[in-house]
Nanobody, 116 residues
Framework: QVQLEESGGGLVRAGGSLRLSCAAS????????MGWYRRAPGKQRELVAA???????NYADSVKGRFTISRDNAKNTVHLQMNSLKPEDTAVYYC??????????WGQGTQVTVSS
């Protein structure tokens, strides 16, 4: 079983930055794939960024060059550094974990609001 807790959301002006963090429970965090998804009002949930157990990241085209995902296996945390934020980045951001037998876990989400 894995439990995820996000933090770091908030209100920021366009062009600003936020750093999201996700603290995960579980002894084998280092072997899990971690990711960040978001759901904007009226839209479907979409993948923002993910990072493999080996540390290889991938990003949605809309955030490439602006967002950076990273993980700290010693602290069981994953971060999403968001720079050059745009109003269209406004959404609830969810931490996601896929373990070694493909069980999926979700955090409760943290609101990110970018004002123009």
């Amino acid at each position: 079983q894995v439990q995820l807790e996000e933090s770091g959301g908030g209100l920021v002006r366009a062009g600003g930055s936020l750093r999201l963090s996700c603290a995960a429970s579980g002894r084998i965090f280092s072997r899990n794939r971690m990711g960040w998804y978001r759901r904007a009002p009226g839209k479907q949930r979409e993948l923002v960024a993910a990072i493999t157990s080996g540390g290889s990241p991938n990003y949605a085209d809309s955030v490439k060059g602006r967002f950076t995902i990273s993980r700290d296996n010693a602290k069981n945390t994953v971060h999403l550094q968001m720079n050059s934020l745009k109003p269209e980045d406004t959404a609830v951001y969810y931490c996601n974990c896929v373990d070694i037998i493909n069980r999926e876990y979700w955090g409760q989400g943290t609101q990110v609001t970018v004002s123009s």
